[in-house]
């Protein structure tokens, strides 16, 4: 079926670092990624929507200059969190939308665990 | 309110039992309904699609009332392998999910 590999799984970097997480379609096309966050005990969030070759669209209250993201190709995606500090330390995962599937399925990557030090 | 609201849980039962978790979700003009599974510390995966009509995928059945936004996912005959955390996720226009904060589940010997 569909993969998205994402990576690194986890990581810890000190405040006011940079750290990029990379998403990869493995054997499909992926026009659109969305990138998620989940605090613990609560649900996942969207953040922003990556579409190639364009701008990403961000959600309310998503600083777009802190979290960079760059979809240049079909199948890769990445999200740059810019001056980390301790509250971005979170479950970052990104998904794709499989096109073709009738029952919209959505694929998502194993998640990166931030932790910001 | 939230837009889609889910019982925290946790639900505790035994091996074999039955058991049953709503969900409401507060936008009507909502397109897609899933039911995910989320692991401890792990990325969500997707157990099943809900439609109208009702869906069953061997001991899990899904169900969909649009009238009352209210999706509903039954376990029947449960297994250890099923403890879990059930996302009532919703899709809207533009491809974009909504996610419940998730019911646990944990099933005991």
């Known amino acids: 079926g569909a993969v998205v590999s994402q990576h690194p799984s986890r990581v810890i970097c000190k405040s006011g670092t940079s750290v990029k997480i990379e998403c990869r379609s493995l054997?499909?096309?992926?026009?659109?990624m969305f990138w998620y966050r989940q605090f613990p005990k609560q649900s996942l969030m969207l953040m922003a929507t990556?579409?190639?070759?364009?701008?990403?669209?961000?959600e309310q209250g998503v600083e777009k200059d802190k979290f960079l993201i760059n979809h240049a190709s079909l199948t890769l995606s990445t999200l740059t969190v810019t001056s980390a500090h301790p509250e971005d330390s979170s479950f970052y995962i990104c998904?794709?939308?499989?096109?073709?599937?009738?029952?919209?399925?959505?694929?998502f990557g194993s998640g990166t665990r931030l932790t910001v030090v | 309110r939230k837009e889609v609201e889910q019982d925290p849980g946790p639900f505790n039962v035994p091996e074999g039992a039955t058991v049953a978790f709503n969900c409401t979700y507060s936008?009507?003009?909502?397109?897609?309904f899933f039911w995910y599974r989320q692991d401890c510390r792990k990325e969500p995966k997707l157990l099943m699609s809900?439609?109208?009509s009702g869906n069953e995928d061997g001991r899990f059945t899904a169900q969909l009332n649009r009238a009352s936004q209210y999706i509903s996912l039954l376990i029947r005959d449960s297994k250890l392998s099923d403890s879990a955390t059930y996302l009532c996720?919703?899709?809207?226009?533009?491809?974009?999910?909504?996610f419940g904060t998730g019911t646990q589940l944990k099933v005991e010997l």
């Open positions: 998904s794709a939308r499989i096109v073709g599937q009738t029952n919209y399925g959505y694929t």
């Open positions: 054997d499909f096309q992926a026009t659109t």
């Open positions: 990556s579409n190639e070759g364009s701008k990403a669209t961000y």
């Open positions: 936008n009507s003009a909502s397109q897609s």
């Open positions: 809900v439609y109208s």
């Open positions: 996720v919703v899709g809207g226009g533009g491809n974009k999910l909504t």
